[in-house]
């Protein structure tokens, strides 16, 4: 190709840091060592890649911007056409590995939550801003549905990961907010940025990519486009996928992934482009009151008393 893509190893010394204890440069490589090849036009080719020590890595891809694609980043606004277009995505990337034995062979790399390299550095990350968000809950204005929420979370964390990994398993990105996707000239989406591949429930990833829909867009079409990825499981040959009652549970559940993943880029300031990620936490503040995600955690929760 006369035009390539370099992706390498990160100059600030904290993002260093979580690339190399997350395993994030190892994951990559091996997503497009083993499974970008079984997945046209859903990542950029890749023509070379490395991962060494301390987050030290090297991918040359295909210019996708050459290829005439379009890159988003979250200052950009999603449209429902991409909206669209991406729950098709995510349908053909899960079902092409739902409950695949794969999970446990070739791509046992991809470990579950609780299993994923640096996963108690990730929850420890996470516990310190749920804390700071409380201790902050006056000030930040948040609302009774959220403290109530974050409370249960704090205090059950490990717990709800573990629950993750129940129910059918599939290949996720892992990072799918509108920041990390493309789009083709012909409309078709694709995902960037595979560092943070691992297995869950198909269903987190549809909620973490939706929370980042315009509010008004969001309550206008997430239950259409949650019907859209479960028709797509059932078009890629899936025998048995969700229904839309279970679909929609797991769905409000899992929001408050969505609130976690969006709250910590307000706390590592050069993460994410800062207006953005202010406008971010808002819409997921409105999603956890929209979708009332206290009630269905703290049923969660209950569930998983002995």
């Given at each position: 190709?006369?035009?390539?893509?370099?992706?390498?190893?990160?100059?600030?010394?904290?993002?260093?840091?979580?690339?190399?204890?997350?395993?994030?440069?190892?994951?990559?490589?091996?997503?497009?060592?083993?499974?970008?090849?079984?997945?046209?036009?859903?990542?950029?080719?890749?023509?070379?890649?490395?991962?060494?020590?301390?987050?030290?890595?090297?991918?040359?891809?295909?210019?996708?911007?050459?290829?005439?694609?379009?890159?988003?980043?979250?200052?950009?606004?999603?449209?429902?056409?991409?909206?669209?277009?991406?729950?098709?995505?995510?349908?053909?990337?899960?079902?092409?590995?739902?409950?695949?034995?794969?999970?446990?062979?070739?791509?046992?790399?991809?470990?579950?939550?609780?299993?994923?390299?640096?996963?108690?550095?990730?929850?420890?990350?996470?516990?310190?801003?749920?804390?700071?968000?409380?201790?902050?809950?006056?000030?930040?204005?948040?609302?009774?549905?959220?403290?109530?929420?974050?409370?249960?979370?704090?205090?059950?964390?490990?717990?709800?990961?573990?629950?993750?990994?129940?129910?059918?398993?599939t290949l996720v990105h892992g990072d799918s907010h509108f920041g990390n996707t493309f789009s083709f000239p012909d409309g078709r989406a694709g995902?960037?940025?595979?560092?943070?591949?691992?297995r869950t429930r198909g269903t987190r990833e549809v909620v973490y990519f939706l929370a980042g829909l315009e509010t008004v867009d969001r309550r206008?079409?997430?239950?259409?486009?949650?019907?859209?990825?479960?028709?797509?499981?059932?078009?890629?040959?899936?025998?048995?996928?969700?229904?839309?009652?279970d679909a929609w549970d797991d769905y409000r559940f899992f929001a408050y992934d969505a609130y976690d993943s969006v709250a910590l880029t307000t706390?590592?300031?050069?993460?994410?482009?800062?207006?953005?990620?202010?406008?971010?936490?808002?819409?997921?503040?409105?999603?956890?009151?929209?979708?009332?995600?206290?009630?269905?955690?703290?049923?969660?929760?209950?569930?998983?008393?002995?």
């Amino acid at each position: 190709p006369e035009r390539l893509f370099l992706k390498g190893t990160a100059s600030s010394a904290k993002n260093r840091t979580m690339v190399a204890a997350l395993w994030m440069a190892v994951n990559e490589v091996k997503f497009y060592r083993r499974a970008r090849p079984e997945l046209p036009n859903m990542a950029p080719r890749m023509y070379a890649g490395h991962a060494g020590h301390g987050a030290r890595f090297l991918l040359v891809l295909e210019d996708l911007v050459a290829e005439g694609a379009t890159p988003y980043t979250i200052k950009d606004t999603c449209s429902v056409a991409h909206a669209e277009a991406m729950m098709d995505t995510l349908a053909a990337l899960h079902a092409r590995y739902w409950a695949s034995p794969r999970l446990h062979q070739d791509l046992a790399w991809a470990a579950p939550m609780t299993g994923r390299p640096g996963f108690d550095l990730l929850a420890f990350a996470f516990r310190r801003v749920r804390a700071k968000l409380l201790a902050e809950a006056d000030e930040r204005a948040l609302s009774p549905t959220v403290r109530r929420m974050l409370r249960l979370v704090q205090d059950n964390d490990k717990a709800l990961y573990r629950s993750w990994e129940s129910g059918p398993q599939t290949l996720v990105h892992g990072d799918s907010h509108f920041g990390n996707t493309f789009s083709f000239p012909d409309g078709r989406a694709g995902l960037l940025d595979w560092q943070v591949v691992f297995r869950t429930r198909g269903t987190r990833e549809v909620v973490y990519f939706l929370a980042g829909l315009e509010t008004v867009d969001r309550r206008a079409h997430e239950r259409r486009l949650l019907q859209r990825y479960l028709d797509g499981l059932a078009g890629w040959g899936l025998a048995d996928p969700p229904t839309l009652d279970d679909a929609w549970d797991d769905y409000r559940f899992f929001a408050y992934d969505a609130y976690d993943s969006v709250a910590l880029t307000t706390m590592w300031p050069g993460l994410q482009d800062q207006e953005a990620v202010e406008r971010g936490f808002e819409s997921a503040s409105v999603l956890v009151e929209d979708l009332a995600v206290d009630e269905v955690v703290a049923r969660r929760v209950r569930d998983l008393s002995p």
